[in-house]
């Protein structure tokens, strides 16, 4: 929704993140945020609890937890978001950032609880929690980290992310994980509603313009849910079972530490907190035409771990800033942080209403999987994109090469570290902590070319 820059202030007022547009305007701008995110922000949940082997059909005992896990997901990313926007002390950026669980730490978390069931989310809880502190820890530091996370590893992890992710995607819109080995599993049917899901976003998203191409993908779920229901997928019961109004639970799961769980999550949580340092840049840019203050930078690495910790201690998911909404500034030209404390009230709200989790948990695993394979492939695009701006010389090329190999070898050909015991195991397989491993290592101690040995 890019309105007329008279109806919204004066060009110096859009860059002030203090400034607060008439409230018609602030209201729609807000929800545009949250319709940005949305269903980033909740397919996380959604994709843990399908991993961890939560029954989907609304007869499931364990269906509840899922819609729990969902409302968390939509509170802690509103809570997070006012950490950023209001702040307190040195916490926050006080900039127009939207937090939102994060898919980078999927690859991470979905070897945790693979299979094992609602105990295992108890493990989860113990890493975000631990990884949440570690996080906003890096804070009075970040600025001096970002020499080791150039484009180079920034864009490969971004990249071994979405890589790691696209077999969700298949795999939901085939029928999801309950249905392998069945005969519905691959069927017409399946295909046919994740199909229309794809088109749909697709058509819209390049053939509108405003507020429905924002939410293209949110538009084609729509359209996909619909489609299902007439197909008689789609199943209410647990709807009208929700209640309509429902807060927090500290340690709902429970809470277990270990030590897979607290590693993996911590240095996820390293290349978290830079890739939040280049969103609130790109905030700035985009909307000031100035570079981030340093104050800045670490109040949004605070609020980023404080955030994912308090969601980890209720039953959530590690939060970080959303890029897709970095663009919905650059687009909007407006900077006030106001406008998107108006949309984390909006997510808070939704929060606490568990039937808004219940209609989300009731979107069939086959819709939800037309929206991942989009999102899941725009993620590796983005590392992809990212990768454009490295100099690819012999140097920069053997670091990608050595690191992208052994991430992705050791991703689909687990077996290969059968001897190991679980806590390694569990690292090295998700191929993600391995590869940026290498890439940061490579990238420190290999000499640079010089710029006529690249060219030979």
């Known amino acids: 929704m890019a309105m007329e820059n008279s ?23 807000g929800i545009q945020h949250v319709l940005a995110m949305f269903v980033s922000n909740v397919t996380p949940a959604i994709i843990i609890c399908g991993a961890a082997g939560f029954g989907f059909g609304s007869n499931s005992p364990d269906f509840p937890q899922m819609i729990y896990m969902i409302q968390m997901s939509m509170l802690f990313a509103g809570i997070a ?16 950032v939207v937090q939102g669980t994060s898919f980078a730490f999927l690859p991470i ?15 989860l809880m113990g890493g975000i ?3 949440g502190v570690f996080h906003a820890c890096l804070a009075p530091f970040i600025g001096r980290l970002r020499f080791a996370l150039p484009p180079l590893v920034t864009g ?11 077999k969700v995607g298949i795999l939901y819109a085939a029928g999801g994980v309950p249905a392998q080995g069945k005969p519905e599993f691959g069927s017409l049917q399946n295909w046919s509603v994740a199909l229309v899901v794809i088109v749909v976003t697709l058509g819209i998203k390049f053939f509108s313009r405003g507020l429905l191409s924002v939410a293209a993908v949110l538009i084609g779920l729509i359209v996909g849910y619909i489609v299902a229901a007439m197909l008689g997928m789609v199943s209410f019961a647990n709807v009208g079972k929700a209640a309509v109004f429902a807060l927090p639970m500290p340690l709902h799961f429970g ?13 996820m949580s390293f290349v978290s907190a830079v890739e939040t340092v280049g969103d609130v840049s790109g905030i700035t840019k985009g909307g000031a035409g100035r570079e981030a203050e340093t104050k800045e930078l670490e109040g949004a690495t605070y609020a980023d771990g404080i955030g994912s910790a308090v969601a980890g201690f209720f039953g959530g998911l590690p939060n970080t800033s959303f890029s897709q909404n970095v663009g919905l500034i650059a687009m909007t030209r407006v900077m006030s942080r ?30 939800l999987g037309g929206g991942v394979i989009v999102m899941f492939g725009m993620v590796a695009a983005a590392g ?25 070898g050791l991703q689909l050909v687990p077996g290969a570290l059968q001897h190991l015991d679980g806590t390694a195991k569990v690292l090295l397989t998700s191929g993600l902590l391995p590869a940026a491993f290498l890439a940061i290592i490579l990238n420190l101690i290999l000499p640079e070319e010089a710029a006529d040995d690249a060219q030979q």
């Open 7 to 29: 109806a919204l202030g004066t060009p110096e007022q859009l860059k002030d993140p203090n400034y607060t547009p008439p409230l018609a305007s602030a209201v729609p701008l």
């Open 81 to 96: 978001t006012l950490l950023q926007t209001v702040g307190f002390g040195p916490v926050g950026a006080r900039l127009p």
């Open 109 to 123: 978390m979905i070897p945790l609880v693979a299979g094992k069931g609602v105990d295992a989310i108890a493990i």
């Open 129 to 131: 929690i631990v990884g």
């Open 156 to 166: 490969l992890v971004v990249l071994m992310i979405g890589l790691a992710l696209v």
């Open 255 to 267: 809470v277990e530490f270990t030590a897979g769980a607290i590693i993996g999550i911590c240095l």
């Open 338 to 367: 106001h406008v998107v404390t108006i949309g984390a009230i909006f997510l808070i709200a939704a929060g606490l209403v568990p039937k808004v989790g219940a209609i989300i948990a009731s979107v069939p695993i086959e819709v």
């Open 384 to 408: 992809v994109n990212m990768l454009s701006e490295v100099n690819w010389n012999r140097r920069n090329m053997m670091i990608f090469a050595i690191s992208l190999s052994v991430g992705l």
